[in-house]
């Protein structure tokens, strides 16, 4: 299995530019996750979801969206990049949610908006 | 607020000490405690958690502690090597899907 995989792996943005992170994973998991993570800062959750078709605002959604279309998919759309989302995303997934089991998560994309 | 915080934001051991990291966190309802390893340009990985019905925990090297009456969690690592200097994390779920709270994570580094 490769578990979660996301790319780019690093991007560069003007303000005002869009752009899709992607995430996909292999484990046939149903819990994902977007979190982004700031210099000595812990994770803060962005979106998430529990299933196909099913998606909820974490702690910080503004200026993000995402979608669910499939079990294995859960991309990350920045439509109006500003610098204050200048950060690491990582895209995370679980087998029985946060509440029972521990997250795997990607190697991260890091996206720099300037 | 809730909030899950570190006691020490650097940790620095001799290679083939123990190590002990520390957490605390403030939200008595949370039952379900991680503790995850960085390494500097990967994701965080999973190493230990415990739920709120124990009070300890044990993996390949590492031991989990929890202390509910104090709110107090730790992470014992035996035999520190190189390879485990990374930064460390706890995390704290609290009852929801979207509430798991992460503390800003104990850099440790292993001296040869």
């Known amino acids: 299995n490769a578990g979660v995989t996301q790319t780019p792996k690093f991007r560069i943005l003007k303000i005002g530019q869009s752009m899709t992170l992607q995430c996909t994973q292999d484990?046939?998991?149903?819990?994902m996750y977007w979190y982004r993570q700031d210099p000595g800062m812990g994770l803060k959750l962005i979106y998430y979801s529990v299933g196909a078709g099913i998606t909820d605002k974490g702690e910080v959604p503004n200026g993000y969206n995402v979608s669910r279309s499939t079990t294995e998919d859960f991309p990350l759309r920045l439509e109006l990049a500003a610098p204050s989302q200048t950060s690491v995303y990582f895209c995370?997934?679980?087998?029985?949610?946060?509440?029972?089991?521990?997250?795997?998560f990607g190697n991260g994309t890091r996206l720099t908006v300037t | 607020g809730e909030s899950v915080g570190l006691h020490l934001p650097t940790l620095s051991v001799q290679e083939g000490d123990n190590s002990i990291i520390n957490c605390a966190y403030s939200?008595?309802?949370?039952?379900?405690f991680i503790w995850y390893k960085q390494e500097s340009g990967k994701g965080p990985q999973f190493i230990i958690d415990?739920?709120?019905?124990?009070d300890k925990r044990q993996g390949q090297r590492v031991t989990v502690l929890l202390n509910k009456t104090v709110k107090h969690l730790s992470l014992q690592i035996a035999a520190t090597q190189p390879g485990d200097s990374a930064v460390y994390f706890c995390a704290e779920s609290g009852g929801s899907q979207g509430n798991l709270i992460f503390g800003k994570g104990t850099k440790l580094s292993v001296k040869p």
């Open positions: 415990i739920r709120s019905n124990m």
């Open positions: 484990m046939n998991h149903n819990y």
């Open positions: 995370a997934s679980s087998l029985t949610g946060l509440l029972n089991s521990p997250l795997h």
């Open positions: 939200n008595s309802a949370s039952d379900y």
